[in-house]
């Protein structure tokens, strides 16, 4: 009895499990992450300022004013991100004041829907780089339809849209066509044919009778039909499109495929350990192609999105914007993870929102938001460093690696 009282004793109890759970799972990373990147931020923020520049050559003499000069910089560059991407206050009235935010939510839309479709390759094992390709592809068959075709409002949203989609379906099923059926490696295919989406589609932007916008000489389109635009949620005050609601709706059903049904077992099953599915059963090639479509189609509504709600006026052949390797960071940011990969893409929208605000009240280089997505990157790619950064515990599945390596030396 009493051996049985001092090992229960010995146990940890529920609230140790869940907040060891928390502190060791992956999503405490990505927080501690973006912190440290933000940290990382102000140190570049207060480098380059010209008042902290000056303040340091007579630092020793009044070194309050140093530090003064340092927490104005980064204070007011913070500052400006935030009003620039949720909320500003010194706009009259709330209906101006939460402009910024759905400006946020206008370029997370396409970075959500492009990062969901990084995120469904990676549970299935495979790396999908050519977000720009598939983009590309997409916009240049949705924006075809959109400004070429007369039809009903509602008709011509939704082929424009099934045009987009299909065709980063097509695009990223060339890639697992050729993983499933030569074993080519998926991010050498996805390369190249991000080269030949642009090339491709630079050629059609300057040919006549193709994706060239009558009479003109320019390699751009034309405009959009109005009735091929998504619509603006509240009105046309606002940037924010029903593109928005659309990405939510396909946020659910990434998760719903995933997690719930039993293609989401199969990508998974195989994405840990291809073998091990094989010899389950699995037809392990089938869902290299399946993800790699699944994929492409997804990362072709960010293309879809980009051209029936951003870009309306005609686009050239820079309208994937970057979004296509942004959408990586997105992917690694949200641990594969449908929701994850919703919310970081929310904060990706913001650090693009407020970067530009944040430019322009504090001249603050742009250059600047992208080094702090680069270092969310960084430590995204290196838990370990975060851990030790902030002293948290291991997983549980690596402490039991170093007992067994322990072990193994010990013999």
């Known amino acids: 009895m009493a051996d049985a009282d001092k090992a229960s004793d010995q146990q940890p109890s529920r609230a140790h499990l869940v907040l060891r759970e928390i502190f060791t799972g992956g999503a405490i990373i990505s927080v501690l992450a973006v912190l440290l990147a933000m940290i990382v931020g102000a140190v570049l923020i207060a480098v380059t300022n010209d008042d902290v520049q000056e303040s340091a050559g007579y630092f020793f003499s009044r070194p309050t004013d140093m530090l003064s000069a340092i927490w104005n910089s980064v204070s007011g560059a913070y500052s400006s991100l935030f009003q620039g991407s949720v909320y500003n206050f010194r706009r009259p009235g709330f209906e101006n004041g939460i402009k910024p935010l759905t400006e946020t939510l206008t370029f997370a839309t396409p970075l959500i829907v492009a990062g969901l479709g990084v995120a469904l390759a990676f549970r299935v094992g495979m790396f999908n780089i050519g977000g720009r390709g598939q983009m590309l592809i997409a916009a240049a068959c949705a924006g075809w339809v959109g400004f070429s075709l007369q039809l009903p409002a509602g008709l011509h949203l939704i082929l424009a849209i099934a045009a987009g989609v299909i065709g980063g379906a097509v695009w990223g099923g060339i890639a697992g066509v050729l993983k499933a059926r030569t074993g080519a490696h998926e991010v050498i295919v996805t ?5 030949i989406a642009f090339y491709l589609v630079a050629y059609l932007l300057r040919t006549p009778g193709a994706l ?10 034309a405009a959009i039909e109005s009735t091929a635009v998504f619509p603006k949620l509240f009105g046309d005050r606002y940037t ?7 990405v939510i709706v396909v946020t659910i059903g990434v998760w719903w495929v995933l997690e719930r049904s039993s293609l989401g077992f199969r990508f998974r099953a195989v994405g840990e350990n291809p073998r091990a599915s094989k010899i389950a059963g699995i037809n392990v090639d089938r869902m290299y192609l399946y993800a790699m479509v699944l994929s492409g189609a997804l990362v072709g509504l960010a293309g879809v999105a980009q051209v029936l709600g951003t870009v309306t006026t005609g686009f050239g052949a820079d309208i994937d914007a970057g979004i296509g390797f942004d959408a990586i960071t997105v992917a690694l940011l949200g641990r594969s993870k449908p929701w994850g990969v919703f919310f970081a893409g929310i904060l990706f929208g913001a650090f693009k929102a407020g970067g530009f605000a944040m430019q322009a009240a504090e001249g603050v280089p742009i250059d600047i938001v992208l080094v702090v997505q680069s270092v969310i990157v960084l430590f995204i790619a290196a838990p370990p460093l975060v851990r030790a950064v902030f002293r948290l515990p291991a997983p549980d599945a690596e402490i039991a690696a170093r007992a067994d390596t322990a072990k193994v030396g010990s013999l």
Not at 191 to 195: A, E, F, G
Not at 240 to 246: A, D, E, P, Y
């Open 191 to 195: 390369i190249m044919l991000n080269y």
């Open 212 to 221: 060239q916008a009558p009479g003109s000489n320019n390699p751009k389109t």
């Open 240 to 246: 924010l499109h029903l593109g928005f609601v659309l």
